[in-house]
């Protein structure tokens, strides 16, 4: 059993269009975050959730929308698709009150988003 | 602010050489350090992680690092590199709110 999954995998979409990428987690853990990897492969938090509270918002354009309706799924919306929004998104989750520093997050296989 | 930095985006070993991944942090207090790996087109998985309890850290895959406070370093090691070893390994700060500092990371070519 897979205990972050995501989907789509693979999500190949035009500029300006928007798209929604679901992750959801059977670890039983009470938070979860969204990460960015670029081209270059370096990797940066965009948010996470606590029993479905945002907890962490970083500079990240309105355009990112992050969704958790239950502690058990976050999912991450992106309205009106740019170039630079191309990269591998990171689902993640993680176990004890509030994340905290010293948890060991368990991250899912990816997204990457191509932006034509 | 805390900040990892790793020295040296690409390393080459010859299977069967020791493994030395460089990272070194910035922080005011004392940190908690991570170590993960991304295998090609996958997510990254936790190699070891320090939380102040044992400055000698052993992890999975036969891996381990070691924190010295002096030199403020968490350097990765592992003795003998075999050819599964190849892939992307990232050095992180731990910061409250369980957000992950990560450094830009290191590529592991392991050549026959």
């Known amino acids: 059993d897979t205990a972050v999954s995501q989907t789509p995998k693979y999500l190949v979409t035009q500029m300006g269009n928007d798209k929604s990428i679901k992750c959801e987690q059977n670890?039983?853990?009470?938070?979860m975050y969204w990460y960015k990897q670029d081209s270059k492969k370096f990797l940066k938090i965009m948010f996470s959730y606590n029993n479905k509270e945002l907890i962490i918002n970083e500079t990240v354009p309105n355009r990112f929308s992050p969704k958790s309706p239950d502690k058990a799924h976050l999912n991450l919306h992106i309205n009106s698709l740019e170039l630079g929004d191309s990269a591998v998104y990171f689902c993640?989750?993680?176990?004890?009150?509030?994340?905290?520093?010293?948890?060991?997050?368990?991250f899912g296989p990816g997204t990457r988003l191509l932006v034509l | 602010a805390q900040s990892v930095t790793q020295l040296g985006s690409h390393v080459s070993v010859s299977e069967g050489a020791l493994v030395l991944l460089r990272c070194n942090y910035s922080s005011s207090v004392p940190p908690y350090l991570f170590w993960y790996v991304q295998y090609p087109n996958q997510g990254l998985q936790l190699l070891l992680k320090?939380?102040?309890?044992?400055?000698l850290v052993k992890g999975i895959n036969g891996f381990e690092a070691e924190f010295k406070k002096s030199e403020t370093s968490f350097h990765l090691t592992k003795p003998s590199a075999h050819m599964s070893d190849a892939a992307e390994y990232f050095c992180a700060v731990g910061e409250p709110w369980g957000k992950l500092q990560f450094g830009a990371g290191t590529q592991v070519v392991v050549t026959p």
């Open positions: 320090y939380t102040s309890a044992a400055t």
């Open positions: 670890l039983g853990h009470d938070t």
């Open positions: 993640a989750s993680s176990g004890g009150t509030s994340g905290g520093a010293v948890e060991t997050q368990y």
